[in-house]
């Protein structure tokens, strides 16, 4: 069965650089949520979308911002990156929520993308 | 969304059932309880969720009291393969908030 897509697998910067991380939900999905896990951290939500409307925000910078396109696929853009960045970025979907019963907010989750801030 | 205690870690015998305890005493009546695991920095994996009643699919069994002020994640013949992060979450809404979970080492 197809899987959640993440692109980079790996990504390597400088300090202040931008990155731009792309998601590919499992099909027919169309919720998008993103997490950022640092070193020895436990996942920590970002933000999220639900048919391409930001549905909820967590602790995320304002040097981040994310959205989600026509297609589904989301996009998590960060700028003037810093040290403190470096870390696993997963993207998860799931079905509309309150729209699919007992599947209700089933999330899958990608492999993430290992941020490297040099 | 309700906070959740787990133990830090346990340790299991490969073969025997893991019971994971989670309490969740100040779950509100519209929550309902995942648990997910993650293997060694792989991405969280769904493993099964429940409202009231006792639940079971392939990979584990839920148990939540009559209260659901407390539940446990059974899987029932470990393997090596389920070392692994196991987190239980609370939550109505869609975010997913993680806590510290409970690392189980399943050893030989």
């Known amino acids: 069965a197809a899987g959640v897509i993440q692109s980079p697998r790996h990504l390597i910067k400088e300090k202040r650089e931008t990155a731009t991380l792309k998601c590919y939900p499992i099909?027919?999905?169309?919720?998008v949520y993103w997490y950022q896990q640092g070193p020895g951290q436990d996942p920590q939500f970002l933000i999220s979308?639900?048919?391409?409307?930001?549905?909820d925000k967590g602790s995320i910078p304002d040097r981040f911002s994310a959205q989600q396109f026509s297609d589904y696929h989301s996009e998590l853009n960060m700028s003037s990156l810093e040290l403190g960045d470096s870390a696993l970025y997963f993207c998860?979907?799931?079905?509309?929520?309150?729209?699919?019963?007992?599947?209700?907010?089933?999330?899958?989750f990608g492999a993430g993308t290992r941020l490297s801030v040099l | 969304d309700a906070k959740t205690t787990q133990p830090p870690s346990m340790d299991c015998a490969e073969g025997r059932a893991a019971n994971l305890p989670c309490n969740h005493s100040?779950?509100?009546?519209?929550?309902?309880v995942y648990w997910y695991r993650q293997i060694h920095s792989q991405g969280p994996q769904y493993i099964i969720h429940?409202?009231?009643n006792n639940e079971t699919n392939e990979m584990a069994s839920l148990i939540i009291t009559e209260d659901r002020k407390s539940s446990t994640l059974i899987l029932p013949h470990a393997t090596l393969r389920d070392t692994a992060v196991y987190y239980c979450?609370?939550?109505?809404?869609?975010?997913?908030?993680f806590g510290t979970g409970t690392r189980l080492q399943v050893f030989p």
């Open positions: 998860a979907s799931s079905l509309g929520w309150g729209l699919a019963g007992l599947a209700k907010n089933i999330q899958y």
């Open positions: 099909p027919r999905h169309d919720t």
């Open positions: 979308f639900y048919e391409k409307m930001q549905s």
């Open positions: 100040t779950i509100s009546g519209n929550e309902y």
């Open positions: 429940g409202l009231k």
């Open positions: 979450i609370v939550a109505y809404t869609d975010k997913l908030i």
